[in-house]
């Protein structure tokens, strides 16, 4: 288990600045999978721990400063986990034969999927 994670998991981490060489599909996929297990597990976590800090943050100043810290904490670790899968996305597409700016496309469709549809009909049907 432990060539395992270290293969799929932490070796995408240790390469997280290359964005050069190529990704196989197998690896980018577990990769994936795993990456989103950790997310979700460390989210609850996250959650958990962001409780706790709350109701103890109402009493003092030190728990203010727990706060502050666990945020930063928190936003560095989605801040590594976007430059992984962005260096792993760029060369998993070196992989298939495609520059790397086609990851770039991948996450401005992520962005686009966020704003809100036609509120009427367009050339694609009426609204759902």
């Known amino acids: 288990m432990k ?3 270290n293969k799929y998991f932490c070796k995408p981490y ?9 990704t ?8 994936y999978l795993l990456n ?7 989210g609850y976590i996250f959650k958990i721990i962001f409780g706790i800090l709350n109701e103890y943050k109402t009493n ?5 400063l727990l ?15 976007i430059i992984t899968t962005l260096s792993i996305t760029v060369r998993r597409m070196h992989d298939i034969g ?6 770039i496309a991948l996450f401005i469709c ?11 009909e367009n050339k694609y049907g009426p609204p759902t």
């Not at 989103?36 to 460390?42: K, L």
């Open 24 to 31: 196989s599909r197998k690896e980018c996929w577990i990769f």
């Open 3 to 5: 060539g395992f994670l």
């Open 98 to 103: 495609r520059t790397g700016w086609w990851a």
């Open 110 to 120: 992520w962005i686009l999927a966020l704003f809100p549809g036609d509120k009427k």
């Open 60 to 64: 003092n100043f030190f728990g203010y």
């Open 14 to 22: 240790n390469q997280a600045y290359d964005f050069e060489g190529r």
């Open 67 to 81: 706060t502050i810290l666990f945020i930063i904490l928190h936003l560095s670790f989605y801040i590594s986990i």
């Open 36 to 42: 989103s297990c950790f997310q979700y597990s460390g």
